[in-house]
């Protein structure tokens, strides 16, 4: 079979090589164009399959050029991508001007790919319908001894045949919407013979009789007749086929006819077998069309939704950060007395903290988070934190613990799966109001597999709100009570760290969360997961360099770095940076991932490493980003808001002292 021929048209280089290159791993062959006359006149030319267009061209709207495409074209499917146009009245207008399907970008490769083959497999259902459909039709006009009807299932003729109207005198319009009980004797009418016909035909899956039939001129006929019944996938029989033939000649020669009848209906009924099968795939397909473009403009609008909350949540962290960072050294430098000063000190220190504990949660489901994962054992970190879930589970709920030995190791971000333990915990303990038992199990449920249970016996959950669980926002809690991102947090993390998250819970009957994760190798090492103690750490004697376009976060980064006892450089950006390394050696970078003028915190980590191997590297950010790499030696990660004490135990790592 020959490879699909896609059309990608993008005026932008980088765009455009990227949505090619995509296609190409996904086993199409792909030809490129750049304007929208280009686009035209290569359509024109080699015929593509499929068009995948981008919206906004330098000389034609992408919207005209489909719509140009489908006035000429009408058979090629469009595809239409945007990454400005993407609010529902831009998609409509798409979608108006002929386009099939409508993308914003960032897409995901595995929604363009599904997406594309989404719309060829329609587009090759349709081509075998109309084959299927153009054979039927060159098979019923071409009989014209024959007298091919289709009825609705009350026993109305929707179509007649020109053998039809050659063996029984009635013309098409003449006999369209008319009830073929005219076709019958008086004797066959007052015997109800027509609708018993029907009625067994629906049952059996066909009826055939010979029998005398009335033409139009009045006179009679022996005719052999077949009536078949038209089956819809959910509605069951929806009409029937009606095959005649004139006898009246041949009705001494019964014997022999009946054999060329019998071959007649089993062709017709093979043929109409065929075409069923074909309307049936049809439907199939465009059911699958509709799940795929409900998936899509879901995918669209948590898109849209990530793209302000990340943004937001972005501006708000590095803002977190300079209140956190100022309020924590301006309470160092309180007088011992000044206890209300303190305490105002404390106080915005905890409405800042919860304000970051938000921006997480909203960052969570927004966009993947940068992970610091390692091998992890998962019953020690459970362990570890049996007494802080206690604290916060109260006196009315029993804790119980149920860890299987011999667990393989687990490998992921074990701070992030501390807090989705809490998120879970903290979930259970509202649905037991009134006291209750949760359990905390690992298991390995299948090789290759570890799984954690969280196991509680409070109120359950219906139906309707188990099926809305995981969606991000969605809560049963009073106002205030709670945000419902805990439970899609989880879900973003497990299903990031490679991992699935179930949830088994009937009204009345408790909740149990599973959460399952890839097993590790035996032999893997775990990782200490215990911060260091990091409270007498310096810098006396290094260099270091900050790397930040936020004007406060830099200034509170590199004052702190200061006051630890390093020699502090800063830059705005990446140019600024890499322009102090060429003439200044360092023992540590300090900088933020998301840096403008288009290189990002980790090509610069990279440039800095290759000129001086050695150095060491906090990568800072205060959002998910787009692009997600692992971390190298000697390098740690740094979420935005910060303490003094997670920064110092960052470098505590990195330096070893």
């Known amino acids: 079979m020959s490879k699909s021929l896609i059309l990608n048209v993008d005026d932008n280089e980088s765009g455009r090589y990227v949505k090619t290159r995509i296609l190409r791993q996904g086993g199409y062959e792909v030809i490129e164009a750049r304007t929208g006359v280009e686009a035209l006149e290569t359509a024109r030319r080699a015929k593509p399959d499929l068009v995948l267009l981008d919206v906004k061209l330098p000389d034609v709207s992408g919207f005209e050029v489909c719509r140009l495409i489908k006035e000429h074209m009408p058979k090629l499917l469009v595809l239409q991508i945007s990454a400005s146009f993407v609010a529902p009245t831009d998609r409509a207008t798409g979608l108006d001007s002929g386009a099939d399907a409508y993308l914003s970008q960032p897409v995901e490769p595995s929604e363009l790919l599904a997406t594309v083959r989404a719309l060829l497999r329609l587009k090759r259902a349709e081509q075998e319908a109309q084959e299927s459909n153009e054979l039927y039709r060159v098979i019923v006009q071409s009989a014209t001894d024959y007298a091919i009807v289709t009825l609705d299932r009350t026993g109305h003729v929707l179509t007649w045949s020109s053998g039809a109207q050659h063996v029984l005198g009635w013309s098409e319009a003449e006999m369209n919407g008319q009830s073929i009980d005219r076709l019958f004797t008086p004797e066959d ?50 009409g029937f086929i009606l095959v005649l033939r004139d006898r009246t000649v041949e009705k001494s020669e019964q014997d022999a006819m009946q054999r060329a009848n019998a071959w007649l209906e089993s062709e017709v009924t093979a043929r109409t077998g065929a075409l069923m099968e074909a309307n049936a795939q049809l439907r199939r397909e465009i059911e699958e069309r509709e799940r795929a473009e409900d998936a899509l403009r879901q995918a669209q609008k948590m898109e849209a939704v990530g793209q302000l909350t990340g943004g937001i949540a972005h501006d708000f962290n590095n803002m977190l950060t300079v209140v956190l ?6 309470k160092t430098s309180l007088p011992i007395d000044a206890a209300a000063q303190r305490r105002r000190a404390d106080l915005v220190m905890q409405a800042a903290t919860q304000a970051a504990g938000l921006t997480h949660r909203l960052l969570a489901f927004a966009r993947p988070q940068p992970l610091d994962p390692k091998p992890t054992n998962l019953n020690a970190l459970i362990g570890g934190l049996i007494e802080m879930l206690h604290r916060t589970l109260g006196e009315s709920i029993s804790l119980k613990t149920d860890l299987a030995s011999g667990l393989p190791l687990v490998r992921v971000d074990a701070n992030q799966l501390e807090n989705a333990i809490l998120n879970l915990v903290v979930n259970a303990r509202d649905a037991m109001a009134s006291g209750g038992t949760l359990t905390l199990r690992t298991t390995a449920p299948e090789p290759g597999w570890v799984a954690l249970l969280v196991v509680d016996t409070g109120t359950g959950m219906p139906a309707s709100v188990r099926e809305r669980a995981l969606e991000p926002f969605f809560t049963t809690k009073r106002t205030g009570e709670g945000t419902g991102l805990g439970l899609s947090q989880v879900y973003s993390f497990v299903k990031q760290s490679g991992g699935s998250l179930g949830i088994d819970s009937a009204e009345g009957g ?142 505590a790592r990195l330096f070893g002292s």
């Open 189 to 238: 009418v007052a015997g109800n013979v027509p609708a018993a016909d029907r009625e067994r035909a629906a049952g059996d899956g066909s009826t055939s009789a010979d029998r005398w039939q009335m033409r139009k001129d009045g006179s009679r006929l022996w005719a052999s007749s077949s009536l078949v019944p038209l089956r819809a996938h959910m509605n069951g029989v929806t």
């Open 510 to 651: 408790g909740t149990t969360v599973e959460l399952r994760f890839p097993g590790l190798l035996v032999g893997a090492e775990p990782v200490e997961t215990a911060p260091h103690d990091a409270g007498g750490f310096r810098g006396d004697g290094r260099r270091a360099l900050v790397v930040e376009d936020q004007q406060g976060v830099r200034e509170h980064v590199a004052e702190t770095l200061r006051t630890l006892g390093f020699e502090v450089a800063a830059a705005g950006d990446a140019a600024g940076a890499i322009e102090f390394l060429r003439g200044n050696r360092i023992d540590l970078l300090m900088t933020d991932i998301g840096l403008p003028g288009g290189v990002d915190g980790w090509r610069l980590a990279a440039q800095a490493r290759s000129v001086m191997p050695g150095v060491k590297i906090v990568l800072m950010t205060g959002y998910a980003q787009s692009t997600l790499e692992p971390l190298g030696a000697d390098s740690e990660l740094l979420m935005k808001p910060f303490m003094r004490a997670a920064l110092e135990g960052r470098l």
């Open 325 to 330: 960072g100022a309020t924590e050294a301006l």
